[in-house]
Protein backbone atom coordinates (compact mmCIF):
# COMPACT_ATOMS: atom_id res chain seq x y z
CA UNK A 1 0.00 0.00 0.00
CA UNK A 2 0.71 3.79 -0.45
CA UNK A 3 1.72 5.46 2.36
CA UNK A 4 2.76 8.98 3.69
CA UNK A 5 6.27 8.16 4.44
CA UNK A 6 7.43 8.06 0.38
CA UNK A 7 7.71 4.38 0.78
CA UNK A 8 5.20 1.65 0.05
CA UNK A 9 4.54 -1.43 2.08
CA UNK A 10 2.73 -4.75 1.65
CA UNK A 11 -0.62 -4.86 3.06
CA UNK A 12 -0.90 -5.25 6.96
CA UNK A 13 2.86 -3.28 7.20
CA UNK A 14 3.65 0.40 7.54
CA UNK A 15 6.39 2.94 7.39
CA UNK A 16 8.37 3.06 10.45
CA UNK A 17 9.13 6.25 11.65
CA UNK A 18 12.82 6.85 11.04
CA UNK A 19 12.46 7.24 7.23
CA UNK A 20 15.12 4.89 6.78
CA UNK A 21 12.81 2.56 4.33
CA UNK A 22 12.20 -0.07 6.83
CA UNK A 23 8.78 -1.42 6.66
CA UNK A 24 7.04 -2.94 10.17
CA UNK A 25 4.05 -4.99 10.71
CA UNK A 26 1.23 -2.93 11.84
CA UNK A 27 0.32 -5.29 14.63
CA UNK A 28 3.22 -3.99 16.45
CA UNK A 29 1.51 -0.48 16.91
CA UNK A 30 -0.26 -0.48 20.42
CA UNK A 31 0.92 -4.32 21.47
CA UNK A 32 2.21 -3.54 24.86
CA UNK A 33 5.77 -3.33 23.72
CA UNK A 34 8.03 -0.42 22.94
CA UNK A 35 8.85 -0.15 19.35
CA UNK A 36 11.30 3.40 19.04
CA UNK A 37 14.55 3.95 17.92
CA UNK A 38 16.36 0.82 20.39
CA UNK A 39 13.81 -1.83 19.05
CA UNK A 40 16.25 -4.61 18.32
CA UNK A 41 14.08 -5.65 14.99
CA UNK A 42 15.09 -1.73 13.87
CA UNK A 43 10.68 -0.75 13.56
CA UNK A 44 11.00 2.78 15.12
CA UNK A 45 6.80 3.28 15.40
CA UNK A 46 7.14 6.02 18.18
CA UNK A 47 5.60 8.35 15.95
CA UNK A 48 2.16 6.50 15.46
CA UNK A 49 -0.03 8.19 18.65
CA UNK A 50 -1.54 4.47 19.39
CA UNK A 51 2.10 3.53 20.29
CA UNK A 52 2.96 6.33 23.18
CA UNK A 53 1.14 4.04 25.58
CA UNK A 54 3.91 1.33 24.79
CA UNK A 55 6.95 3.34 25.26
CA UNK A 56 6.58 5.24 28.60
CA UNK A 57 4.92 9.33 28.64
CA UNK A 58 5.89 12.51 27.00
CA UNK A 59 4.62 16.13 27.14
CA UNK A 60 2.27 16.81 24.90
CA UNK A 61 1.91 20.82 24.01
CA UNK A 62 -1.54 22.37 22.55
CA UNK A 63 -2.04 26.36 22.30
CA UNK A 64 -4.69 28.34 21.23
CA UNK A 65 -5.77 30.30 19.53
CA UNK A 66 -3.25 29.07 16.67
CA UNK A 67 -2.73 32.83 15.45
CA UNK A 68 -2.72 36.07 17.05
CA UNK A 69 -4.80 39.15 15.17
CA UNK A 70 -6.24 42.67 16.14
CA UNK A 71 -7.38 45.58 14.52
CA UNK A 72 -7.04 48.82 16.59
CA UNK A 73 -7.54 52.73 15.80
CA UNK A 74 -4.39 54.26 16.15
CA UNK A 75 -2.81 55.33 19.52
CA UNK A 76 -4.94 52.35 21.16
CA UNK A 77 -3.93 49.20 22.47
CA UNK A 78 -5.73 45.88 23.58
CA UNK A 79 -4.95 42.63 25.17
CA UNK A 80 -5.98 39.12 24.06
CA UNK A 81 -5.23 35.22 25.99
CA UNK A 82 -3.14 33.36 24.26
CA UNK A 83 -2.85 29.54 26.05
CA UNK A 84 -0.64 26.61 25.97
CA UNK A 85 -2.15 23.27 27.42
CA UNK A 86 0.36 20.19 28.31
CA UNK A 87 -1.80 17.22 27.29
CA UNK A 88 0.53 15.01 27.98
CA UNK A 89 1.48 13.04 31.05
CA UNK A 90 4.92 14.07 31.81
CA UNK A 91 6.07 18.03 33.16
CA UNK A 92 6.38 19.87 29.78
CA UNK A 93 8.60 23.08 29.41
CA UNK A 94 8.17 25.77 26.73
CA UNK A 95 9.82 28.84 25.65
CA UNK A 96 9.55 31.79 22.79
CA UNK A 97 13.01 31.41 21.03
CA UNK A 98 12.87 34.48 19.08
CA UNK A 99 12.13 37.62 22.09
CA UNK A 100 14.67 39.52 20.23
CA UNK A 101 13.24 39.47 17.07
CA UNK A 102 9.32 40.46 18.49
CA UNK A 103 8.31 44.36 17.45
CA UNK A 104 7.38 46.82 20.11
CA UNK A 105 3.56 47.01 19.59
CA UNK A 106 3.79 43.34 20.96
CA UNK A 107 4.23 42.05 24.38
CA UNK A 108 3.45 39.12 26.26
CA UNK A 109 3.60 38.79 30.24
CA UNK A 110 5.42 35.58 30.25
CA UNK A 111 7.80 34.32 27.55
CA UNK A 112 8.80 30.37 28.63
CA UNK A 113 7.32 28.23 31.69
CA UNK A 114 6.65 25.02 33.19
CA UNK A 115 3.88 22.56 32.67
CA UNK A 116 2.50 19.41 34.97
CA UNK A 117 0.88 17.73 33.10
CA UNK A 118 -3.41 19.00 32.61
CA UNK A 119 -2.17 22.15 33.30
CA UNK A 120 -2.11 25.50 31.35
CA UNK A 121 -0.83 29.10 31.59
CA UNK A 122 -2.89 32.13 30.33
CA UNK A 123 -0.82 34.75 29.11
CA UNK A 124 -1.78 38.32 28.56
CA UNK A 125 -0.60 39.20 24.71
CA UNK A 126 -0.62 42.88 24.33
CA UNK A 127 -1.03 45.05 20.97
CA UNK A 128 -0.44 48.71 20.62
CA UNK A 129 -0.85 51.09 18.10
CA UNK A 130 0.87 54.24 19.38
CA UNK A 131 2.77 55.91 17.14
CA UNK A 132 2.14 53.63 14.18
CA UNK A 133 0.32 55.04 10.96
CA UNK A 134 -2.27 53.07 9.31
CA UNK A 135 -2.03 49.79 7.46
CA UNK A 136 -0.97 46.00 8.55
CA UNK A 137 1.61 44.95 10.51
CA UNK A 138 3.03 40.88 10.66
CA UNK A 139 5.23 39.26 12.47
CA UNK A 140 5.76 35.71 14.13
CA UNK A 141 6.11 33.63 17.90
CA UNK A 142 8.64 30.79 17.68
CA UNK A 143 8.16 28.59 20.98
CA UNK A 144 10.32 25.50 21.60
CA UNK A 145 9.55 22.71 23.88
CA UNK A 146 10.25 19.53 24.96
CA UNK A 147 7.06 18.11 23.13
CA UNK A 148 8.66 15.01 20.70
CA UNK A 149 6.03 16.12 18.06
CA UNK A 150 6.14 19.94 18.87
CA UNK A 151 9.84 20.48 19.32
CA UNK A 152 9.20 24.14 17.64
CA UNK A 153 6.01 25.76 16.60
CA UNK A 154 5.76 29.31 15.15
CA UNK A 155 2.62 31.09 15.35
CA UNK A 156 1.51 34.18 13.02
CA UNK A 157 0.72 37.57 14.20
CA UNK A 158 -1.00 40.42 12.67
CA UNK A 159 -2.13 43.55 13.70
CA UNK A 160 -4.09 46.25 11.58
CA UNK A 161 -4.19 49.92 12.47
CA UNK A 162 -7.10 51.90 11.27
CA UNK A 163 -7.33 55.59 11.52
CA UNK A 164 -9.23 56.96 14.74
CA UNK A 165 -12.22 58.65 14.45
CA UNK A 166 -12.43 61.89 15.25
CA UNK A 167 -15.85 62.50 14.74
CA UNK A 168 -18.92 62.53 17.51
CA UNK A 169 -20.59 59.58 16.27
CA UNK A 170 -24.14 60.49 17.46
CA UNK A 171 -24.70 63.11 15.27
CA UNK A 172 -21.78 63.09 12.88
CA UNK A 173 -20.48 60.82 9.86
CA UNK A 174 -16.86 60.22 9.12
CA UNK A 175 -15.88 60.50 5.44
CA UNK A 176 -12.82 60.40 4.10
CA UNK A 177 -10.86 61.64 7.06
CA UNK A 178 -13.81 64.67 7.39
CA UNK A 179 -16.74 64.68 10.16
CA UNK A 180 -20.27 66.03 8.57
CA UNK A 181 -23.03 66.35 10.50
CA UNK A 182 -26.05 64.35 10.22
CA UNK A 183 -28.82 66.82 9.88
CA UNK A 184 -26.96 69.75 8.75
CA UNK A 185 -25.23 68.36 5.81
CA UNK A 186 -27.27 68.68 2.59
CA UNK A 187 -24.89 69.31 0.19
CA UNK A 188 -21.14 67.25 -0.43
CA UNK A 189 -19.21 68.71 -2.94
CA UNK A 190 -16.02 66.47 -3.26
CA UNK A 191 -15.73 67.07 -6.86
CA UNK A 192 -11.68 66.13 -8.14
CA UNK A 193 -11.11 66.08 -4.52
CA UNK A 194 -8.46 62.68 -5.02
CA UNK A 195 -11.02 60.26 -3.51
CA UNK A 196 -9.57 57.13 -3.54
CA UNK A 197 -10.90 53.62 -2.17
CA UNK A 198 -14.51 52.63 -1.62
CA UNK A 199 -17.78 55.21 -1.42
CA UNK A 200 -18.34 54.05 3.04
CA UNK A 201 -21.69 52.85 3.64
CA UNK A 202 -21.87 54.96 6.28
CA UNK A 203 -22.74 58.39 3.31
CA UNK A 204 -26.44 56.59 3.95
CA UNK A 205 -26.64 58.23 7.64
CA UNK A 206 -26.87 61.63 5.76
CA UNK A 207 -30.10 61.24 4.66
CA UNK A 208 -30.63 65.03 4.38
CA UNK A 209 -28.47 65.18 1.60
CA UNK A 210 -29.98 67.18 -1.68
CA UNK A 211 -26.72 66.97 -4.26
CA UNK A 212 -23.80 65.05 -3.91
CA UNK A 213 -21.14 65.36 -6.60
CA UNK A 214 -18.55 62.61 -5.72
CA UNK A 215 -17.36 62.58 -9.63
CA UNK A 216 -13.87 62.93 -11.23
CA UNK A 217 -11.43 60.89 -8.49
CA UNK A 218 -10.36 57.20 -8.21
CA UNK A 219 -13.59 55.75 -6.25
CA UNK A 220 -13.28 52.12 -6.47
CA UNK A 221 -15.53 48.96 -5.39
CA UNK A 222 -19.57 48.52 -5.40
CA UNK A 223 -21.59 51.82 -5.13
CA UNK A 224 -23.27 50.80 -1.71
CA UNK A 225 -26.34 49.95 -1.67
CA UNK A 226 -27.08 52.31 1.83
CA UNK A 227 -26.99 54.93 -1.30
CA UNK A 228 -30.53 54.19 -1.30
CA UNK A 229 -31.14 55.37 2.34
CA UNK A 230 -30.72 58.99 0.53
CA UNK A 231 -34.21 59.54 -0.63
CA UNK A 232 -33.87 63.60 -0.64
CA UNK A 233 -31.57 63.52 -3.43
CA UNK A 234 -32.04 65.66 -6.47
CA UNK A 235 -28.27 65.26 -7.89
CA UNK A 236 -26.36 62.71 -7.53
CA UNK A 237 -22.89 62.59 -9.61
CA UNK A 238 -20.96 59.43 -9.53
CA UNK A 239 -19.30 60.00 -12.73
CA UNK A 240 -15.49 59.42 -13.80
CA UNK A 241 -14.28 56.89 -11.22
CA UNK A 242 -13.56 53.56 -11.20
CA UNK A 243 -16.31 51.80 -9.71
CA UNK A 244 -17.42 48.18 -10.28
CA UNK A 245 -20.14 45.81 -9.92
CA UNK A 246 -23.33 46.13 -10.61
CA UNK A 247 -26.18 49.29 -10.23
CA UNK A 248 -27.85 48.68 -6.95
CA UNK A 249 -31.59 47.74 -7.23
CA UNK A 250 -32.19 50.64 -4.23
CA UNK A 251 -30.89 53.51 -6.67
CA UNK A 252 -34.58 53.17 -7.60
CA UNK A 253 -35.54 54.79 -3.80
CA UNK A 254 -34.11 57.85 -4.78
CA UNK A 255 -37.62 59.19 -6.43
CA UNK A 256 -36.48 62.91 -6.16
CA UNK A 257 -33.97 62.50 -8.52
CA UNK A 258 -33.61 65.17 -11.12
CA UNK A 259 -30.09 64.18 -12.72
CA UNK A 260 -28.20 60.50 -12.31
CA UNK A 261 -24.80 60.50 -14.14
CA UNK A 262 -23.01 56.85 -13.47
CA UNK A 263 -20.95 57.05 -16.81
CA UNK A 264 -17.39 56.96 -17.20
CA UNK A 265 -17.06 54.01 -14.90
CA UNK A 266 -16.90 50.24 -14.94
CA UNK A 267 -20.13 49.16 -13.88
CA UNK A 268 -21.30 45.70 -15.06
CA UNK A 269 -24.52 43.61 -15.08
CA UNK A 270 -28.75 44.66 -16.55
CA UNK A 271 -30.26 48.14 -16.23
CA UNK A 272 -32.27 47.36 -12.89
CA UNK A 273 -36.04 47.77 -13.15
CA UNK A 274 -36.36 49.89 -10.43
CA UNK A 275 -34.93 52.32 -12.22
CA UNK A 276 -38.19 53.22 -13.72
CA UNK A 277 -39.34 54.52 -10.29
CA UNK A 278 -37.13 57.81 -11.08
CA UNK A 279 -40.23 59.43 -12.64
CA UNK A 280 -38.86 62.86 -11.99
CA UNK A 281 -35.59 62.40 -13.77
CA UNK A 282 -34.76 65.05 -16.51
CA UNK A 283 -30.86 63.87 -16.85
CA UNK A 284 -29.78 59.71 -17.25
CA UNK A 285 -26.41 59.10 -18.17
CA UNK A 286 -25.04 55.32 -18.27
CA UNK A 287 -22.47 55.47 -20.84
CA UNK A 288 -19.06 54.55 -20.93
CA UNK A 289 -19.56 51.11 -18.57
CA UNK A 290 -19.73 47.74 -18.91
CA UNK A 291 -23.71 47.17 -18.65
CA UNK A 292 -25.60 43.92 -20.43
CA UNK A 293 -28.26 42.32 -20.65
CA UNK A 294 -32.03 43.96 -22.03
CA UNK A 295 -32.65 47.38 -21.73
CA UNK A 296 -35.69 47.23 -19.21
CA UNK A 297 -39.11 48.16 -20.18
CA UNK A 298 -39.33 50.72 -17.29
CA UNK A 299 -37.79 52.89 -19.02
CA UNK A 300 -40.57 53.77 -20.83
CA UNK A 301 -41.72 55.88 -17.43
CA UNK A 302 -39.24 58.45 -17.64
CA UNK A 303 -41.37 60.24 -19.01
CA UNK A 304 -39.50 63.92 -18.04
CA UNK A 305 -36.07 62.81 -19.77
CA UNK A 306 -34.86 65.23 -21.98
CA UNK A 307 -31.48 63.48 -22.31
CA UNK A 308 -30.78 59.90 -21.57
CA UNK A 309 -27.12 58.23 -22.40
CA UNK A 310 -27.25 54.70 -22.51
CA UNK A 311 -24.22 54.61 -25.49
CA UNK A 312 -21.01 52.70 -25.33
CA UNK A 313 -21.90 49.37 -22.99
CA UNK A 314 -22.79 45.93 -23.63
CA UNK A 315 -26.63 46.12 -23.86
CA UNK A 316 -28.39 43.54 -26.01
CA UNK A 317 -31.89 42.40 -27.12
CA UNK A 318 -34.25 44.06 -28.69
CA UNK A 319 -34.82 47.69 -27.72
CA UNK A 320 -38.58 47.65 -25.78
CA UNK A 321 -41.29 50.27 -27.82
CA UNK A 322 -41.89 51.61 -23.93
CA UNK A 323 -38.57 53.38 -25.09
CA UNK A 324 -40.50 55.68 -27.02
CA UNK A 325 -42.69 57.05 -24.24
CA UNK A 326 -39.51 58.59 -22.23
CA UNK A 327 -39.49 62.17 -22.74
CA UNK A 328 -35.96 61.92 -25.39
CA UNK A 329 -37.00 61.30 -28.12
CA UNK A 330 -33.79 60.77 -29.59
CA UNK A 331 -31.80 59.05 -26.82
CA UNK A 332 -28.29 58.02 -27.45
CA UNK A 333 -27.74 54.17 -27.88
CA UNK A 334 -25.04 53.61 -30.51
CA UNK A 335 -21.78 51.24 -29.80
CA UNK A 336 -24.45 48.60 -27.87
CA UNK A 337 -25.09 45.60 -29.42
CA UNK A 338 -28.61 45.94 -29.30
CA UNK A 339 -30.71 43.93 -32.37
CA UNK A 340 -33.32 45.44 -34.74
CA UNK A 341 -36.08 46.16 -36.00
CA UNK A 342 -35.43 49.78 -34.34
CA UNK A 343 -38.05 51.44 -32.57
CA UNK A 344 -39.21 54.83 -34.32
CA UNK A 345 -40.62 57.55 -31.78
CA UNK A 346 -41.08 60.16 -34.67
CA UNK A 347 -38.38 61.10 -35.90
CA UNK A 348 -36.73 57.80 -37.58
CA UNK A 349 -35.59 55.17 -35.86
CA UNK A 350 -33.56 55.54 -32.64
CA UNK A 351 -30.66 53.75 -34.05
CA UNK A 352 -29.53 51.71 -37.03
CA UNK A 353 -27.12 48.51 -37.44
CA UNK A 354 -24.44 50.98 -38.31
CA UNK A 355 -24.52 51.94 -34.97
CA UNK A 356 -24.94 48.44 -33.25
CA UNK A 357 -22.67 45.12 -32.82
CA UNK A 358 -25.29 42.93 -34.77
CA UNK A 359 -22.94 40.07 -34.68
CA UNK A 360 -24.91 38.03 -32.23
CA UNK A 361 -28.07 38.86 -32.96
CA UNK A 362 -30.73 36.52 -34.28
CA UNK A 363 -32.00 37.25 -37.72
CA UNK A 364 -35.34 39.32 -37.70
CA UNK A 365 -38.20 37.36 -39.51
CA UNK A 366 -41.44 38.46 -40.61
CA UNK A 367 -44.78 37.44 -39.13
CA UNK A 368 -46.46 34.97 -41.78
CA UNK A 369 -50.32 33.90 -41.33
CA UNK A 370 -51.48 30.79 -43.64
CA UNK A 371 -54.94 30.13 -44.05
CA UNK A 372 -58.41 29.62 -46.21
CA UNK A 373 -59.85 32.32 -47.65
CA UNK A 374 -63.25 31.62 -49.69
CA UNK A 375 -64.68 28.43 -50.73
CA UNK A 376 -66.37 27.13 -54.10
CA UNK A 377 -67.77 23.78 -52.75
CA UNK A 378 -69.55 23.63 -56.42
CA UNK A 379 -66.35 23.41 -58.41
CA UNK A 380 -64.10 22.01 -55.39
CA UNK A 381 -61.96 25.01 -55.11
CA UNK A 382 -60.36 26.57 -51.92
CA UNK A 383 -58.33 29.94 -51.04
CA UNK A 384 -54.90 29.44 -49.77
CA UNK A 385 -54.14 33.06 -48.76
CA UNK A 386 -51.09 34.15 -46.77
CA UNK A 387 -50.39 37.48 -44.78
CA UNK A 388 -46.42 38.27 -44.20
CA UNK A 389 -46.51 40.62 -41.82
CA UNK A 390 -44.36 44.14 -41.00
CA UNK A 391 -41.06 43.36 -42.93
CA UNK A 392 -39.32 46.85 -41.76
CA UNK A 393 -35.79 46.05 -40.28
CA UNK A 394 -36.28 42.72 -41.84
CA UNK A 395 -33.01 40.89 -43.23
CA UNK A 396 -34.26 38.19 -45.31
CA UNK A 397 -38.55 38.08 -46.58
CA UNK A 398 -40.60 34.48 -47.72
CA UNK A 399 -39.02 32.64 -50.39
CA UNK A 400 -40.32 28.71 -49.43
CA UNK A 401 -43.82 27.21 -48.98
CA UNK A 402 -44.44 24.03 -47.98
CA UNK A 403 -47.69 22.46 -46.58
CA UNK A 404 -50.30 19.23 -46.26
CA UNK A 405 -54.08 20.24 -47.05
CA UNK A 406 -55.68 16.77 -45.15
CA UNK A 407 -60.24 16.54 -45.72
CA UNK A 408 -59.41 16.46 -49.95
CA UNK A 409 -57.62 14.95 -52.77
CA UNK A 410 -56.04 17.80 -54.58
CA UNK A 411 -55.95 17.83 -58.31
CA UNK A 412 -54.17 21.20 -59.68
CA UNK A 413 -53.36 24.95 -58.62
CA UNK A 414 -53.80 28.29 -59.93
CA UNK A 415 -53.70 31.71 -59.56
CA UNK A 416 -53.02 34.16 -56.60
CA UNK A 417 -49.35 35.52 -55.82
CA UNK A 418 -48.31 32.26 -57.16
CA UNK A 419 -48.68 34.13 -61.06
CA UNK A 420 -46.13 36.79 -60.12
CA UNK A 421 -43.98 35.67 -57.14
CA UNK A 422 -44.11 31.78 -57.16
CA UNK A 423 -43.33 29.28 -59.11
CA UNK A 424 -45.19 25.71 -57.85
CA UNK A 425 -42.43 23.03 -57.64
CA UNK A 426 -45.02 20.41 -57.25
CA UNK A 427 -48.44 19.43 -55.53
CA UNK A 428 -49.55 15.33 -54.50
CA UNK A 429 -52.81 15.18 -53.75
CA UNK A 430 -52.16 16.39 -50.54
CA UNK A 431 -49.16 18.41 -50.52
CA UNK A 432 -48.10 21.63 -52.02
CA UNK A 433 -44.32 22.86 -52.39
CA UNK A 434 -43.58 26.31 -53.59
CA UNK A 435 -40.73 28.20 -54.37
CA UNK A 436 -40.69 32.57 -54.52
CA UNK A 437 -38.78 33.95 -57.44
CA UNK A 438 -38.78 36.97 -55.67
CA UNK A 439 -37.98 37.54 -51.96
CA UNK A 440 -41.52 38.24 -50.63
CA UNK A 441 -41.99 40.99 -47.98
CA UNK A 442 -45.45 42.78 -47.01
CA UNK A 443 -48.10 40.61 -48.94
CA UNK A 444 -51.33 40.17 -47.72
CA UNK A 445 -53.77 38.19 -49.97
CA UNK A 446 -54.71 34.95 -52.06
CA UNK A 447 -51.13 32.88 -52.33
CA UNK A 448 -53.03 30.28 -54.66
CA UNK A 449 -55.93 28.79 -55.73
CA UNK A 450 -56.33 24.54 -54.80
CA UNK A 451 -58.68 22.62 -56.77
CA UNK A 452 -59.57 19.41 -55.85
CA UNK A 453 -60.65 15.77 -57.83
CA UNK A 454 -62.64 14.93 -54.43
CA UNK A 455 -63.45 15.55 -50.76
CA UNK A 456 -62.80 13.11 -48.81
CA UNK A 457 -63.66 14.40 -45.37
CA UNK A 458 -65.83 17.09 -43.47
CA UNK A 459 -63.12 19.66 -43.06
CA UNK A 460 -59.81 20.88 -44.69
CA UNK A 461 -57.23 21.45 -42.89
CA UNK A 462 -53.36 22.60 -43.33
CA UNK A 463 -50.58 21.30 -41.43
CA UNK A 464 -46.93 20.13 -41.79
CA UNK A 465 -46.14 23.50 -42.86
CA UNK A 466 -42.89 24.71 -43.40
CA UNK A 467 -42.03 28.31 -44.06
CA UNK A 468 -38.41 29.58 -44.91
CA UNK A 469 -37.07 32.65 -46.07
CA UNK A 470 -33.89 33.23 -48.54
CA UNK A 471 -30.84 31.37 -46.54
CA UNK A 472 -33.11 28.68 -45.90
CA UNK A 473 -33.56 29.67 -42.73
CA UNK A 474 -37.18 28.43 -40.86
CA UNK A 475 -39.19 31.09 -40.03
CA UNK A 476 -40.95 30.20 -36.28
CA UNK A 477 -43.89 32.96 -35.70
CA UNK A 478 -46.12 31.30 -38.48
CA UNK A 479 -49.96 31.33 -37.63
CA UNK A 480 -52.54 29.10 -39.22
CA UNK A 481 -55.73 29.97 -39.73
CA UNK A 482 -58.52 27.42 -38.14
CA UNK A 483 -60.27 24.42 -40.55
CA UNK A 484 -62.68 24.95 -42.92
CA UNK A 485 -65.78 23.19 -42.60
CA UNK A 486 -67.53 21.00 -45.87
CA UNK A 487 -70.84 20.21 -44.28
CA UNK A 488 -73.48 21.60 -46.14
CA UNK A 489 -76.05 24.16 -44.45
CA UNK A 490 -78.71 23.48 -47.03
CA UNK A 491 -78.41 19.27 -48.22
CA UNK A 492 -78.39 19.68 -51.99
CA UNK A 493 -77.48 23.16 -52.23
CA UNK A 494 -75.00 21.94 -54.95
CA UNK A 495 -74.34 25.59 -55.87
CA UNK A 496 -74.11 27.29 -52.36
CA UNK A 497 -76.59 29.70 -53.04
CA UNK A 498 -79.17 28.84 -49.63
CA UNK A 499 -81.68 27.66 -52.04
CA UNK A 500 -82.66 24.48 -53.75
CA UNK A 501 -83.97 24.57 -57.55
CA UNK A 502 -83.72 23.46 -60.96
CA UNK A 503 -80.45 24.79 -61.00
CA UNK A 504 -78.98 22.37 -58.12
CA UNK A 505 -80.67 19.67 -60.30
CA UNK A 506 -78.49 20.28 -63.33
CA UNK A 507 -75.62 20.63 -61.53
CA UNK A 508 -76.03 17.26 -60.26
CA UNK A 509 -76.74 15.86 -62.89
CA UNK A 510 -73.75 17.21 -64.57
CA UNK A 511 -71.58 15.72 -62.06
CA UNK A 512 -73.14 12.38 -61.94
CA UNK A 513 -72.44 12.11 -65.87
CA UNK A 514 -68.76 13.74 -64.89
CA UNK A 515 -68.55 10.84 -62.10
CA UNK A 516 -67.63 13.62 -59.76
CA UNK A 517 -68.63 13.74 -56.65
CA UNK A 518 -70.38 16.74 -54.49
CA UNK A 519 -71.31 16.19 -50.29
CA UNK A 520 -74.10 18.86 -51.01
CA UNK A 521 -75.56 16.51 -53.74
CA UNK A 522 -74.93 13.11 -51.68
CA UNK A 523 -79.17 13.67 -50.88
CA UNK A 524 -79.20 10.43 -49.33
CA UNK A 525 -75.92 10.22 -47.32
CA UNK A 526 -74.99 7.06 -49.68
CA UNK A 527 -71.01 8.08 -50.64
CA UNK A 528 -72.01 8.44 -54.23
CA UNK A 529 -73.53 10.51 -57.15
CA UNK A 530 -76.56 8.85 -58.93
CA UNK A 531 -80.31 8.62 -59.95
CA UNK A 532 -81.47 8.63 -56.31
CA UNK A 533 -79.95 11.56 -55.71
CA UNK A 534 -81.74 13.39 -58.18
CA UNK A 535 -85.13 11.23 -56.43
CA UNK A 536 -84.34 12.71 -53.28
CA UNK A 537 -83.97 16.35 -54.27
CA UNK A 538 -86.78 16.44 -56.38
CA UNK A 539 -89.46 15.14 -54.18
CA UNK A 540 -87.49 17.95 -51.47
CA UNK A 541 -88.04 20.77 -53.99
CA UNK A 542 -91.20 19.58 -54.98
CA UNK A 543 -92.56 19.94 -51.44
CA UNK A 544 -91.43 22.81 -50.24
CA UNK A 545 -93.57 25.63 -49.07
Known sequence: MSVGWGQDCDEGYVPDCSGDGDCCSEDWIGDGYCDNEDQSWGCDLICYEEELSDCGHFPQLYYHPNE????????????????????????????????????????????????????????????????????????????????????????????????QSLCDEEIEVELWDECYNIEETTVLNLYDSGLVGEIPPEIG?????????????????????????????????????????????????????????LSYNQLTGEIPPEIGQLTNLTYLYLSFNQLTGELPVEIGNLTNLTYLNLSINQLTGEIPEEICNQGDSSPSLSNNQL????????EGPITSEDEQDTSECEEPQPEVYLGFGELDIENQV???????????????????????????????????????????VSNSESTILIFGDYVINDISGILVNVEFNE???????????????????????????????????????????????????????????????????????????DILDLVTLVNVIMNQP
Open 205 to 261: NLTNLTLLYLNSNQLTGEIPVEIGNLTNLTYLSLHVNQLTGEIPSEIGNLTNLNSLD
Open 382 to 424: VEIVMDVGETEGMWYGVTGIQFDITGGIIEDTFGGYIDNYFSV
Open 339 to 346: CPPYPDCG
Open 455 to 529: FVDSELCITNWIISDEILNLIDDVNIGDCISLDCSILGDVNNDSSLNILDLVQISNLILDDGYNQCGDTNSDGGL
Open 68 to 163: LSEQLEQNNSSTIIFTIVNNGDENLEWEVLNQDEIPNWLSFTIYGGFLESGSLEEIDVTFDSSELNVGEYNSTITISSNDPFNEEIVVPVSLTIIS
